[in-house]
């Protein structure tokens, strides 16, 4: 069982840049990784995700161009910079793995999750 922590979040204000960690406890190099982010009230949604090698990626339209995934499979670790950051970014942020051959865009497709972490953008 993979154990996945992240670290990073913090407040900010609108504009700012923060980049989210992800630290895997075993190998993730079989893993596709991907980053969620819940509000209060709303369902989990995907964010980004990034493929086994780091090849390939996607993003929600609301970030293209503003966030960037990446991944060191040598250290087990998934980041997120953030940049431009807007208060409607605001949110608990999770970190999840899958082992599904697919490019899994729904939580449901993923196998592990870390416990979250808050990103707060204030205006």
């Known amino acids: 069982q993979v154990q996945l922590v992240e670290s990073g979040g913090g407040l900010v204000q609108a504009g700012d840049s923060l980049t989210l960690s992800c630290a895997a406890s075993?190998?993730?190099?079989?893993?596709?990784m991907g980053w969620f982010r819940q509000t209060p009230g709303k369902e989990r949604t995907v964010v980004t995700v990034i493929s086994r090698g780091g090849k390939t990626t996607f993003y929600t339209d609301s970030v293209k161009g503003r966030f960037t995934v990446s991944r060191d499979n040598n250290k087990n670790t998934v980041f997120l910079q953030m940049e431009s950051l807007r208060p409607e970014d605001t949110a608990i942020y999770y970190c999840?793995?899958?082992?599904?051959?697919?490019?899994?865009?729904?939580?449901?497709?993923?196998?592990?999750w870390g416990q979250g972490t808050q990103v707060t953008v204030s205006s």
């Open positions: 075993d190998a993730i190099s079989d893993y596709q």
């Open positions: 999840a793995a899958t082992s599904s051959a697919t490019f899994p865009r729904t939580g449901a497709a993923y196998d592990y």
